[in-house]
């Protein structure tokens, strides 16, 4: 009697587990034009796909596929090549506007995209225009196993979901700047903006960002120089962890509170055991315009690199609305309350170098690093040098109109600044709102510095050309502004743990199997 009741146990368990798998549909072909819309119509349940569920995959099939209309996934299914080599789809979207091939709506549940080839197919269209759109509340989505040929203005990815995983991509990006590049966007709320993030601790050693690893960037640009592509960038409150990836002529950016207005800059980044060799003149491996982090075990070579890291303080230079200049009196960064100087221009008209006459007998370069206001403009700009009785700001060609154009009997005034708003180094502080034009610090309800913490960038076990970095590989718009052991350390972060590698998600990667189990019941 127990035998039976075993036996029949046994068939019961065995038919629940066999109706629980997952089942592997094949799509028509791996092609998705307006005609023959092949893989959207298998993700959508249609023939032969009818019955396709959560938790099931669509296996695209060998092929050299065209694809002239995007694929929307909104539901926890895998989408899959035969074969990373294979399975070859082809752009050739309309990129009269900036579309992505592949939509990725995130839910519940694990959404896979993974093991083909996307080929550019030199499509060149308006800048954004990318493979992979990843949006949604969903924090379990992974890309893998992709290899792409990026060409002008093709982006690989632009990713709005706050968590998940892109590995295993071997990518080539033909020209420069965002080419192939991965764009962050995770920190978005409603608004398109990131305050809520800002607001937030730091999360390093967390689930809590975008994971990007085991991955190859290799650039065939030649820069004139116009520009070299980067792998990443991000702004909206990025939160990243680039680690054991291998870059050639490519490198790292970030956009910092200024050019990203109120959307705000990248909030945290962990760099980590990354390899990048550069064959052509660069600046930098990383250029850091807003956030903090960790920078650890990455190794750099090739002669033309000039430094390991540079930082970027754009609004010491050039005014961004909504926050404007950081000149040492806006009421968003955190000033020194000392006006250092003041007087009139008494040189000539239409001049970028302020002279004071009689001469105040000034120690040369005593005020670099302070900012300069031209208080009947209102226009100010960075000192990079001074004289007995002359001053010169940092010019920016592109921009002319943000600095100081003397005219005879201007007023000036020398001011600084201790740090400006989430400049590189710092982070968590009062949480901003209202409009996007006129924000306010909705601590005191009105527009004010948020008090953010340093929170540092810290930089440790890393080789630049052959040797251990030192302060000297490390660059900025202004170092007196940007200082050692307070915005940046060379030493390791105390109590800092990197978070599980490979990445939990990296489990589910598998290639696509060969046998096909099917439901027994749904």
């Known amino acids: 009697m127990k035998t039976v009741f075993h036996l029949i146990m046994f068939v019961i368990l065995t038919c629940f587990a066999l109706s629980s798998y997952a089942t592997d549909y094949t799509a028509t072909s791996c092609q998705n034009t307006v005609a023959s819309?092949?893989?959207?119509?298998?993700?959508?349940?249609?023939?032969?796909?009818?019955?396709?569920?959560?938790?099931?995959?669509?296996?695209?099939?060998?092929?050299?596929?065209?694809?002239?209309?995007?694929?929307?996934?909104?539901?926890?299914?895998?989408?899959?090549?035969?074969?990373?080599?294979?399975?070859?789809?082809?752009?050739?979207?309309?990129?009269?506007?900036?579309?992505?091939?592949?939509?990725?709506?995130?839910?519940?549940?694990?959404t896979e995209v993974s093991y083909f080839t996307i080929d550019g197919n030199n499509n060149i269209g308006v800048n954004g225009s990318r493979f992979f759109d990843i949006s949604g509340t969903g924090t379990t989505w992974h890309i893998g196993h992709i290899t792409f040929t990026a060409y002008e203005n093709q982006?690989?990815?632009?990713?709005?979901?706050?968590?998940?995983?892109?590995?295993w991509l071997t990518g080539t990006a033909t020209f420069p700047n965002g080419t192939g590049a991965i764009y962050v966007w995770n920190g978005w709320q409603t608004g398109n903006r990131s305050d809520i993030v800002w607001s937030e601790p730091q999360a390093l050693g967390t689930d809590n960002a975008l994971y990007i690893e085991k991955c190859t960037w290799t650039s065939t640009f030649v820069p004139p120089p116009t520009g070299m592509p980067w792998a990443i960038d991000g702004w909206i409150g990025a939160r990243v962890v680039f680690r054991r990836n291998t870059l050639t002529n490519v490198w790292i950016a970030t956009h910092g509170t200024e050019s990203a207005q109120h959307q705000r800059g990248f909030r945290m980044f962990e760099i980590l055991d990354n390899t990048a060799n550069y064959t052509q003149s660069w600046g930098q491996f990383v250029d850091i315009r807003s956030g903090s982090g960790v920078v650890r075990g990455n190794t750099v070579t090739g002669a033309d690199v000039s430094y390991f890291i540079?930082?970027?303080?754009d609004r010491l230079i050039t005014p961004f609305a909504p926050w404007g200049h950081a000149d040492g009196v806006n009421v968003w960064d955190n000033?020194?309350?000392?006006?250092?100087?003041?007087?009139?221009?008494?040189?000539?008209?239409?001049?970028?170098?302020?002279?004071?006459?009689?001469?105040?007998?000034?120690?040369?370069?005593?005020?670099?690093?302070?900012?300069?206001?031209?208080?009947?403009?209102?226009?100010?700009?960075?000192?990079?040098?001074?004289?007995?009785?002359?001053?010169?700001?940092?010019?920016?060609?592109?921009?002319?109109?943000g600095q100081p154009n003397w005219q005879t009997g201007e007023g000036f005034a020398i001011n600084r600044v201790i740090a400006s708003l989430d400049q590189a180094g710092h982070g968590q502080g009062d949480l901003l709102g209202g409009p996007a034009e006129a924000p306010i610090n909705t601590v005191f309800g009105v527009a004010q510095w948020p008090r953010a913490t340093i929170e540092g960038i810290y930089i440790w076990e890393n080789t630049f050309k052959g040797s251990a970095v030192t302060s000297a590989n490390i660059a900025a718009t202004d170092l007196t502004l940007f200082l050692q052991n307070r915005e940046w350390f060379l030493t390791a972060k105390s109590g800092y743990v990197e978070y599980q590698y490979p990445h939990p998600l990296a489990t589910s990667g598998q290639t696509p199997p060969t046998i096909h189990r099917k439901r027994h019941s749904r």
């Open 155 to 167: 982006r690989f990815a632009v990713v709005y979901a706050k968590k998940g995983l892109i590995d």
């Open 37 to 110: 819309p092949h893989v959207q119509n298998c993700i959508d349940g249609l023939s032969p796909c009818v019955g396709i569920t959560a938790g099931d995959t669509v296996i695209m099939p060998t092929g050299n596929c065209s694809w002239t209309t995007p694929v929307t996934i909104s539901t926890s299914i895998k989408l899959k090549g035969a074969s990373q080599t294979g399975t070859v789809l082809i752009d050739n979207l309309n990129r009269t506007t900036s579309i992505a091939m592949i939509n990725i709506i995130t839910s519940t549940g694990l």
């Open 335 to 401: 000033n020194d309350a000392t006006t250092y100087a003041t007087g009139t221009h008494a040189g000539p008209n239409d001049t970028q170098t302020l002279t004071v006459s009689p001469s105040p007998g000034w120690t040369p370069d005593i005020w670099v690093g302070y900012s300069l206001r031209d208080t009947t403009s209102g226009k100010s700009g960075l000192i990079v040098d001074n004289s007995a009785n002359t001053i010169d700001v940092n010019h920016q060609v592109n921009n002319p109109a």
């Open 310 to 313: 540079s930082e970027a303080n």
